[in-house]
């Protein structure tokens, strides 16, 4: 079979399986954070005035904008001139400020690091997803939360892994089906706005997982190693993590079955092994394709996390073939963009090239690299992170009647992404926040 009747027989395969996806969806629910934030009282009035307005909705900026803020929740934001200001409410000087919706961030890890979210709060990162974690992890962070504001915190429990698991402090193990519809349950009574399944749960278990989470109404994401990103999403997952999921799909059959072989012996192959694999991906095949094609129709959120796999060929240990690998997983993440993709933003906390507290900012600047404009990576880490954690009722825009999580930022992102970095205000639910040095 030639190369073109593959890419054929390839791309039938996955309107069927973007199909059987469509018919496993549920409507979805309105889903909530686990700690309750100190929102500003009802006589709070704000008014912000002369910044220019990135409201998330997709528009044009706004420039001398008004946003007006009363108690917890905007209550008007537009230009100037057509934006009334209450006589009574405290003026914020916006000259020269750019007003975002607050930053959400869909892959977020704690790892023991307590006053890590009050930093992300005060670096303009208003909501969290920790996609796999105790909620029982978070203990800490949350009771000093008195002493210090934390994001608002969209958790997800341990991971779905079967034994024996890649990371057992966060790992929930399951044998069955039986093992894994009851965790499932367990995590979403106990506060779970998500769940995940890891990287050695067998696609049969990946199914199972994903039928209790949609009855439940949750929805489920998934970092892949061994289970391929195309049969994960036929089975009815929600989202990938790490674009280095998609590794398997895009690379000859034979190829990605040595890489499944050599991960399941050792689960650390995968450290070096996904840029070997990487680094000779060839992106301009039929292959490359028919994956994003499958993904555009699927309707899966994606979320690159590319910040965490950074190489530049100054690092120590760098190789040309990492640097090319990386550099692959760049470019795949601008062609799924291009096809339509559900892209979204995920900092994963601890990266090599971004100081502790602004992995977020470096991801952003990456999404730019890949072919995202400013605005549509802002628009990802707003807009489109609210609706993949279908809290998009309350948050994510800038617009009558939303929660108040704004960040105004010194500068214009839209001319250089990086501005998002010049934090100088931060509100939460109408109060604002102490911001404090890098």
């Given at each position: 079979?030639?190369?073109?009747?593959?890419?054929?027989?390839?791309?039938?395969?996955?309107?069927?399986?973007?199909?059987?996806?469509?018919?496993?969806?549920?409507?979805?629910?309105?889903?909530?954070?686990?700690?309750?934030?100190?929102?500003?009282?009802?006589?709070?009035?704000?008014?912000?005035?002369?910044?220019?307005?990135?409201?998330?909705?997709?528009?044009?900026?706004?420039?001398?904008?008004?946003?007006?803020?009363?108690?917890?929740?905007?209550?008007?934001?537009?230009?100037?001139?057509?934006?009334?200001?209450?006589?009574?409410?405290?003026?914020?000087?916006?000259?020269?400020?750019?007003?975002?919706?607050?930053?959400?961030?869909?892959?977020?890890?704690?790892?023991?690091?307590?006053?890590?979210?009050?930093?992300?709060?005060?670096?303009?990162?208003?909501?969290?997803?920790?996609?796999?974690?105790?909620?029982?992890?978070?203990?800490?962070?949350?009771?000093?939360?008195?002493?210090?504001?934390?994001?608002?915190?969209?958790l997800a429990g341990p991971h779905l892994d079967f034994p024996p698991p890649v990371f057992p402090k966060d790992a929930l193990t399951v044998r069955d089906a039986d093992e894994t519809r009851l965790?499932?349950?367990?995590?979403?009574?106990?506060?779970?706005?998500?769940?995940?399944?890891?990287?050695?749960?067998?696609?049969?278990?990946?199914?199972?997982?994903?039928?209790?989470?949609?009855?439940?109404?949750?929805?489920?994401?998934?970092?892949?190693?061994?289970?391929?990103?195309?049969?994960?999403?036929?089975?009815?997952?929600?989202?990938?993590?790490?674009?280095?999921?998609?590794?398997?799909?895009?690379?000859?059959?034979?190829?990605?079955?040595?890489?499944?072989?050599?991960?399941?012996?050792?689960?650390?192959?995968?450290?070096?092994?996904?840029?070997?694999?990487?680094?000779?991906?060839?992106?301009?095949?039929?292959?490359?394709?028919?994956?994003?094609?499958?993904?555009?129709?699927?309707?899966?959120?994606?979320?690159?996390?590319?910040?965490?796999?950074?190489?530049?060929?100054?690092?120590?240990?760098?190789?040309?073939?990492?640097?090319?690998?990386?550099?692959?997983?760049?470019?795949?993440?601008?062609?799924?963009?291009?096809?339509?993709?559900?892209?979204?933003?995920?900092?994963?906390?601890?990266?090599?090239?971004?100081?502790?507290?602004?992995?977020?900012?470096?991801?952003?600047?990456?999404?730019?690299?890949?072919?995202?404009?400013?605005?549509?990576?802002?628009?990802?880490?707003?807009?489109?992170?609210?609706?993949?954690?279908?809290?998009?009722?309350?948050?994510?825009?800038?617009?009558?009647?939303?929660?108040?999580?704004?960040?105004?930022?010194?500068?214009?992102?839209?001319?250089?992404?990086?501005?998002?970095?010049?934090?100088?205000?931060?509100?939460?639910?109408?109060?604002?926040?102490?911001?404090?040095?890098?």
């Amino acid at each position: 079979m030639n190369q073109t009747a593959r890419a054929s027989l390839l791309a039938i395969t996955i309107a069927g399986a973007c199909t059987r996806a469509y018919a496993q969806a549920s409507p979805p629910r309105r889903l909530s954070e686990v700690n309750v934030v100190d929102s500003a009282g009802a006589t709070n009035l704000v008014a912000i005035v002369g910044a220019t307005l990135i409201d998330g909705r997709g528009g044009a900026s706004v420039a001398n904008a008004v946003v007006v803020v009363r108690g917890a929740r905007i209550v008007a934001a537009g230009p100037r001139g057509r934006t009334p200001i209450p006589r009574d409410a405290a003026l914020v000087d916006g000259a020269g400020l750019t007003v975002l919706p607050g930053l959400i961030d869909a892959h977020f890890h704690l790892d023991g690091d307590d006053s890590l979210p009050a930093l992300y709060l005060k670096h303009g990162v208003t909501s969290v997803r920790d996609p796999g974690a105790w909620i029982e992890a978070y203990a800490k962070a949350r009771s000093s939360a008195a002493r210090a504001s934390i994001p608002r915190l969209f958790l997800a429990g341990p991971h779905l892994d079967f034994p024996p698991p890649v990371f057992p402090k966060d790992a929930l193990t399951v044998r069955d089906a039986d093992e894994t519809r009851l965790a499932v349950h367990r995590l979403v009574d106990q506060g779970a706005s998500s769940i995940k399944v890891y990287l050695r749960l067998p696609l049969e278990l990946v199914r199972v997982a994903t039928d209790v989470a949609h009855r439940r109404g949750v929805p489920i994401t998934a970092h892949l190693e061994i289970v391929s990103a195309l049969d994960a999403i036929s089975a009815g997952v929600d989202g990938i993590e790490h674009i280095t999921s998609f590794g398997t799909s895009l690379v000859e059959p034979r190829d990605a079955e040595r890489y499944r072989q050599a991960v399941h012996a050792d689960a650390n192959f995968r450290r070096d092994g996904r840029y070997a694999m990487w680094s000779t991906i060839d992106l301009a095949a039929p292959r490359a394709a028919s994956v994003t094609e499958f993904v555009r129709r699927s309707g899966t959120w994606i979320d690159p996390t590319l910040a965490v796999f950074e190489v530049q060929a100054a690092d120590s240990g760098a190789t040309p073939a990492k640097v090319r690998a990386f550099a692959q997983m760049v470019a795949f993440t601008g062609m799924l963009h291009r096809a339509g993709a559900r892209v979204v933003v995920g900092s994963h906390s601890d990266v090599p090239h971004a100081e502790r507290g602004w992995a977020y900012q470096r991801e952003l600047e990456l999404l730019v690299a890949a072919g995202l404009t400013p605005m549509e990576a802002i628009l990802a880490g707003t807009r489109e992170n609210a609706r993949y954690f279908r809290a998009s009722d309350r948050i994510g825009t800038i617009e009558n009647g939303k929660v108040a999580d704004l960040v105004l930022v010194a500068g214009d992102p839209l001319a250089d992404i990086a501005n998002v970095r010049n934090v100088r205000r931060v509100m939460l639910a109408g109060r604002w926040i102490t911001t404090g040095d890098r």
